[in-house]
């Protein structure tokens, strides 16, 4: 649940921000920073979930999950930081 929440909102707010270009050089470059945080703090995370979620599914026997999931904590203590 959390992973598809963090995907949507990273995504959701990618494409608010793209469609709000307005074609002036400061504007469109402070949008493309905000699109930067956006990817860095949502979709890295959403991602890194996802893939330990897989990992789980496609092999429950070994614990090739559990590096992806100690990964996560970081990606959102990394997020919140560049927030």
Known sequence: MGTGS????????????????TG????DGMIAVLMLYTVNTGLIVAVDAAL???MYIIM?????????YLLLSKLYLNSYLAT
């Open 52 to 54: 330990g979620m897989i």
């Open 24 to 27: 002036f050089k400061k504007t």
């Open 6 to 21: 963090d995907l949507s909102v990273a995504l959701v707010l990618c494409w608010l921000l793209r469609r709000s270009r």
């Open 60 to 68: 429950p026997n070994n614990f090739v999950f559990l590096g992806f």
